[in-house]
Each structure stands twice: as C-alpha cells, then as structure tokens.
C-alpha cells in the first residue's frame, strides 16, 4: 500500500504563490507518472499537471503559471503555482502511479481570494 500526503494548501492572494508537496511514503522513483489534479466544489476532479520520465503535461488554464517536478530522492512530487486566480480554488490531490494502480493522496485545500 502506498501513502501520499499532500501539504502546501491555504488561503493566498490573487496574483500570489504557492507551493504544493506530495510525499509517498515508498520509493518514488517507482512511480512511472506522478501528478497534481483538482476538484472545485459542484466540478468534476481535472488534471493540472503531470510528469513522466521528466516529461510534463499541464492544462491549458494553468500552463505558463504552474511548474510541476519530482524529486525521487525525496519521494516527492512538487507544484508551484504563480499568479494565482480565484478560478485556481480547489482541493489538491497528488496522484502516482504504479502500473496499473493510482494512488491518490487525500488532497490539500488551495483557496485564492480575490
């Protein structure tokens, strides 16, 4: 079984930042992908950001304003995000997987004032 705690959440300013952690409680370097998704309240959950292989894959909303990467010899995957918006409010959840398993942590809350 495999653990994932995210932490970094909060209540931040438009236009400012945050940083998002995800710390697996195995050995990262096994997880092909590792990734960031997003559920806002009455919306389905979204991917925000994933990374494979050190190849990255964003969303269209947040592409040029949030950077994901990984640190296996951390076991940890990593999201800044910039120039935050109130759209950006959701619940964070980290997401690594294993084969054909996905692990899900059990998600931090971002919320942006406007």
């Known amino acids: 079984q495999v653990q994932l705690v995210e932490s970094g959440g909060g209540l931040v300013q438009a236009g400012g930042s945050a940083r998002l952690s995800c710390a697996a409680s195995r050995s990262s370097f096994f997880f092909r992908t590792m990734g960031w ?58 997401l690594a997987n294993l084969g054909t398993l996905n692990y899900w942590g059990q998600g931090t809350q971002v919320t942006v004032s406007s």
């Not at 950077?67 to 995000?81: C, E, F, G």
């Open 37 to 94: 998704y997003r559920q806002a309240p009455g919306k389905q959950r979204e991917l925000v950001a994933s990374i494979t292989a050190g190849t990255t894959n964003y969303s269209d909303s947040v592409k040029g304003r949030f950077t994901i990467s990984r640190d296996d010899a951390k076991n940890s995957v990593y999201l800044q995000m910039n120039s935050l918006k109130p759209e950006d409010t959701a619940v964070y959840y980290c």
